[in-house]
């Protein structure tokens, strides 16, 4: 048996939607003691069931990489739970249903959790057990000794739950990295005989593509036995190697960079998402925030209690970025970075740092369509034109609008940059978000801010 791991979603969709269901009707009749629904019921029950077919899509609950990873899957189903329940309660406000029993939801929510956690431990589980007693797995080949191939290998030997049986390798050059006793290796002219005998489903060659006789060989060979013929190409020389290829006729043309946010609809959908995020945000926390922090600025120092200053926007166009001002009035706030010990910051301004508050004012500029909630941190003018002319692709990070937080910021990469290398870190995952955006990992950065900001984090200034 293989080839039915794209259908492994299936089996957790299905399991989550019953628990969903058996959640709900099991705390509706601990409450009420019935299962008659009356009218509001009903169209509670189906909301219910729809906003959490719509968020486990949103958040890609069911991509096959997203079902490997226990600590992966429950924190996933946690940012599936809290988003679930932030628009089931904005839907009955915004209908003013405060008839609803609370503890009917309540109940949902705590039984929902328990059973649904627990029904994703034991079916990721059972796939490993399925995985290991030698069911739905694929038998592969590996072309090649190079560091490709090593890459390759190391991927496919990581976990069970892949399905992936290595059982050759095979070059007529040596091998550049160890691979177990039980894997075959052998020179390209015993490859044929040994796929026909091992029954091979899948041959994943990683050697130069100029070596065109013998590619279409191996591709002839496949076709003739239905064996599926991949070819791994080395883009390692690049220094970010997410490509594309499109086809123009039957030209396949590569695009050495995807970029999700050039898609009109993606730009839509990430813009109503900062729209409604950054509006929730004045009107629920700046409207009573902006006062009580402004009376400790006035109060620590003087000067106005926002800093404002040029920053380079999307496309390098200037725009002027808020924040509360944490530090004194000075002369070098355009040019010189501040750092751990500066002499600039004021008392409140080390504790409006610390919490990221000094940041808040910038909800405003993603509401103006300057910023994003998430993206490439603005830089000052002057650091653009300088680390521009230091770093490679620096420039890339401007094809898209700067963000309040970004990837860069919850890997590590946040605050002062003291050395070249932690700019051209920074630049490197601010590169890798633009090529690799969605709005579940938008959700994801924002999820991990919050938690950087309980928890603390040393390189906030």
Not at 369 to 374: A, K, L, N, P, Q
Request: proline share 2%.
């Amino acid at each position: 048996m293989k080839g039915y791991s794209q259908y492994f979603w299936v089996i957790h969709f299905i399991g989550d939607l019953f628990i969903v269901n058996f959640s709900f009707l099991l705390s509706y009749y601990l409450k009420f003691e019935t299962l008659i629904f009356s009218d509001k019921y009903k169209f509670l029950f189906i909301i219910f069931n729809l906003i959490w077919v719509l968020v486990a899509l949103f958040l890609a609950l069911y991509k096959l990489d997203r079902l490997r990873r226990l600590d992966r899957v429950l924190l996933n189903l946690f940012k599936a739970f809290i988003l679930n329940a932030l628009i089931i309660s904005a839907i009955l406000f915004s209908l003013k249903a405060s008839n609803f029993s609370r503890e009917h939801l309540y109940a949902t929510y705590i039984l929902l959790f328990a059973l649904i956690m627990l029904w994703r431990y034991f079916a990721i589980k059972l796939i490993y057990v399925y995985r290991k007693s030698g069911f739905n797995y694929r038998r592969v080949i590996i072309i090649g000794g190079n560091e490709v191939a090593n890459q390759l290998y190391t991927y496919f030997m990581s976990d069970d739950v892949l399905g992936i049986r290595v059982k050759g390798i095979f070059s007529d050059s040596n091998i550049s990295f160890d691979v177990k006793n039980n894997i075959r290796i052998a020179r390209l002219d015993e490859l044929e005989s040994f796929s026909l005998d091992n029954d091979i489903d899948e041959i994943y060659y990683s050697m130069p593509l100029t070596y065109t006789k013998e590619i279409k060989n191996l591709v002839d060979f496949c076709d003739k036995n239905m064996i599926r013929f991949k070819i791994v190409p080395d883009f390692r020389g690049f220094l970010f190697k997410r490509v594309n290829i499109d086809f123009y006729d039957d030209v396949p043309v590569v695009t050495l960079r995807a970029e999700p946010l050039t898609d009109i609809t993606n730009r839509f959908f990430k813009r109503i998402f900062d729209i409604l995020f950054s509006a929730l945000v004045i009107v629920f926390i700046l409207t009573w925030l902006y006062p009580i922090v402004a009376i400790l600025i006035k109060l620590s120092s003087k000067g106005p209690v926002l800093f404002k200053q040029a920053r380079s926007g999307v496309s390098n166009m200037e725009f002027m970025c808020f924040k509360f001002r944490s530090m004194t009035q000075s002369f070098e706030a355009d040019t010189k970075q501040s750092f751990k010990g500066d002499t600039r910051i004021t008392k409140i301004g080390a504790f409006l740092r610390k919490s990221s508050l000094d940041e808040f004012p910038q909800f405003i500029n993603v509401f103006m369509g300057d910023m994003s909630i998430v993206g490439p941190r603005p830089h000052m003018l002057l650091h653009t034109e300088e680390y521009s002319a230091l770093i490679n692709k620096y420039m890339v990070r401007q094809l898209v609008k700067p963000g309040i937080t970004g990837a860069a910021q919850v890997r590590g990469y946040r605050g002062e940059t003291k050395e070249l290398k932690d700019m051209e870190g920074r630049v490197r995952l601010d590169v890798w978000y633009i090529e690799n955006w969605s709005l579940s990992l938008d959700i994801n950065i924002i999820f991990s801010t919050v938690w950087n900001i309980f928890k603390g984090d040393e390189k906030a200034l």
